[in-house]
């Protein structure tokens, strides 16, 4: 990243995306300029020079409200999970039909993610961030009362469409509140932390809620939750008038103008993708649906691309996606999710199905991962100042898929599950490690009117990465004959995989040229 470019995001006006001039901090480094911001003054009462890492106490709160989110987000993703058994009885669902429980939050939480961080950028992001909380917590809510598996099934799909306007607003929100440097990194370490902890807490939380008050309380608690956050940001994020690019951006009358062509194909490309993935993890890829809305995601993706290519003013710039930070970091983000996501799917059937582990014992495996997770994320922002964020991210994901080999010792052995818990706990420090530095590399350097576009991609690339893993490896260890081969040859390739990204990320984010991220 250039001086300029760093000079820039340091000066900008928190929230609200329009750039401020401070002629004091215009050739100063880093560590100077992230503390010139309003609201934060230059030293302290006590004379001591400021730190350039520390949050004024309305920052603290904003970010709270900002992580708070993200964590009820997460936690909808696993909290139910245990309980799908339970809920199929209750509701009279099919185990087949089932799969609808989680396919149903993650089609909308998925394909409407770039649509819904685009729109937040030029219509301005605390509007759409507060609507998808009021959605999300009255679509809870109906989950929680649903009388049959339509209107269950219609409270999960409310859930991911809310979930798709949450998670790029709150990260761009994040971004463009805290300048690049120390306060940023921090920022994002807890913020990765936290959705770390919220999908381990949901494994947990899901079990025990389900066995004391009935699944419903799964749903119930993700209400309540809602219910607490949206006054709390009501009262913290600053009110704001987006800020549009110029008049590439804006309509004859200057109003600000959508890629509708573009919406249109990439929304309907990743409902189709996910569909067929998500179907897949569940019935192989043989099925007529899945090669069919398989290949239709593809093209209608291909077609997107195309027209972004032509479009005056695009939903996303393909400039952008040629930026080397925003490319290979993707690539980084789309593999540490999608790796570990699959080693967290093959474990839990291994500690249950071969070790013979209860659910409830299960769940304390992953507790061990997810405390290590917190301890990374009280660090990674520390290595992150050090090493730069390429580094850090090439170096966690070497991390992660060497501590994942590490795993093919496992055997049928009850002792092997100390293997179990060490490794995944240790490669969840490393992944941790990845997703923060890998956010940060996306979005540094990036505008501020284009952060809303920036972590859509890296929130896109997360979700599709969750979807993704189960049914490409997964599949291999549900359909071998011998359990724990199929999960020694799972954890083999998710390894290899892993550190083969590990030295693509390296090479493309170490070429000449490659702006800074650090």
């Known amino acids: 990243m250039t001086a300029n470019t760093t000079t820039e995001s340091a000066t900008r006006t928190p929230g609200d995306g329009t750039p401020g001039i401070d ?31 520390r949050l004024s106490r309305r920052d603290a709160l904003v970010l709270f409200v900002l992580c708070a989110a993200q964590f009820m987000v997460a936690l909808d993703f696993s ?82 469409l809310a979930a798709a306007a949450i998670v790029p607003t709150g990260m761009s929100l994040l971004t463009t509140t805290f300048p690049e440097g120390p306060a940023r990194d921090r920022a994002l370490g807890i913020s990765g932390t936290l959705l770390s902890l919220g999908f381990t807490i949901g494994m947990v939380a899901g079990g025990v809620l389900t066995d004391v008050l009935g699944w419903r309380s799964t749903m119930g608690l993700l209400s309540l939750f809602a219910l607490v956050v949206l006054p709390l940001a009501i009262g913290l994020l600053p009110t ?131 405390a290590l997770s917190a301890v990374a994320g009280m660090y990674a922002p520390k290595v992150i100042g050090r090493f730069g964020a390429r580094r850090t991210l090439a170096a966690s994901l070497t991390g992660q898929g060497l501590f994942v080999a590490g795993m093919l010792l496992l055997n049928a052995h009850t002792w092997s599950v100390w293997i179990a818990a060490a490794g995944v706990s240790l490669a969840s420090m490393f992944h941790l490690g990845a997703i923060i530095s890998y956010g940060l590399t996306v979005t540094s350097g990036v505008p501020d009117e284009e952060q809303g576009l920036a972590t859509g991609l890296v929130t896109s690339t997360q979700q599709v990465g969750i979807t993704v893993g189960i049914p490409l490896l997964g599949v291999l260890a549900t359909t071998s004959g011998d359990l724990l081969s199929g999960v020694r040859t799972v954890l083999g390739l998710d390894a290899a995989i892993v550190l083969a990204a590990a030295a693509l990320v390296a090479v493309g984010l170490g070429r000449r040229g490659t702006a800074r991220t650090s």
């Open 240 to 370: 704001s008038r987006a800020r549009h690019a110029g008049a590439d951006t804006a309509g004859a009358k200057g109003r600000p103008r959508l890629d509708v062509p573009g919406a249109v194909t990439v929304t309907s490309g990743l409902l189709a993708l996910i569909y067929a993935l998500s179907t897949a993890a569940e019935r192989g890829f043989g099925g007529a649906d899945v090669v069919t809305t398989l290949a239709l995601g593809v093209l209608l993706l291909g077609a997107f691309v195309r027209i972004e290519s032509r479009a005056d003013a695009p939903l996303v710039s393909l400039k952008m996606l040629r930026r080397p930070t925003v490319a290979w970091g993707n690539l980084g983000g789309l593999v540490t999710f999608s790796m570990m996501s699959t080693v967290v799917f093959v474990l839990t059937l291994y500690l249950q199905e071969t070790l013979g582990l209860s659910a409830f014992e299960t769940g304390l495996v992953f507790g061990v991962q997810g």
């Open 79 to 160: 909290v139910l999970n245990v309980a799908l058994p339970v809920l199929g009885r209750d509701l009279g669902m099919s185990p087949s039909a089932l799969q609808w429980a989680v396919t149903a939050f993650a089609l909308p939480s998925g394909g409407f993610l770039l649509l819904f961080g685009r729109i937040g950028d030029l219509f301005g992001r605390r509007g759409l961030f507060l609507t998808g909380l009021t959605l999300f917590g009255a679509a809870s809510l109906l989950a929680t009362l649903a009388w049959d598996p339509a209107s269950f099934l219609a409270g999960r799909a409310l859930q991911g």
């Open 23 to 53: 002629p004091s901090t215009t050739n100063g480094p880093r560590a100077d300029t992230s503390t010139a911001r309003p609201g934060r003054s230059a030293r302290p009462e006590d004379g001591r020079p400021p730190r350039p890492d």
